[in-house]
């Protein structure tokens, strides 16, 4: 479940073109909690961890999962080797797999 909620944020986020350093969420003002409510709520928490990452892992995780380039183009945007792109990739999806591991480990034993 967890793997759909980030993999269809990422795609909602590239499919609305959204900027990377600003998004804006509506409050969801309701009693009832539906199945779109958790996925804003994991949605949010996603986006926040993101904002989180290193400068450099941020750019080339924009890059490569939300805007699609490959990392040769990344490469030669950020002025850094491919090598150092995948890199970063890397760090940043372990970064974001422990971080979320967290929350869901905290949320199970509230």
């Not at 009693?31 to 400068?55: C, F, G, N, R, V």
Request: glycine content about 2%; some cysteine; aromatic content about 8%.
């Amino acid at each position: 479940m967890h793997r759909i909620v980030v993999t269809s944020s990422l795609k909602y986020l590239r499919d609305k073109d959204f900027l990377k350093d600003k998004v804006e969420f509506e409050p969801v003002h309701s009693e009832t909690i539906t199945p779109d409510a958790y996925i804003k709520s994991d949605y949010e928490a996603t986006i926040h961890l993101i904002k989180q990452l290193s400068d450099g892992a941020r750019k080339v995780f924009n890059l490569y999962i939300i805007d699609g380039y490959d990392h040769n183009e990344i490469a030669k945007m950020l002025e850094i080797s491919a090598a150092t792109s995948r890199s970063q990739l890397t760090r940043a999806r372990k970064w974001l797999r422990q971080e979320l591991l967290k929350e869901k480990k905290t949320e199970l034993c509230s």
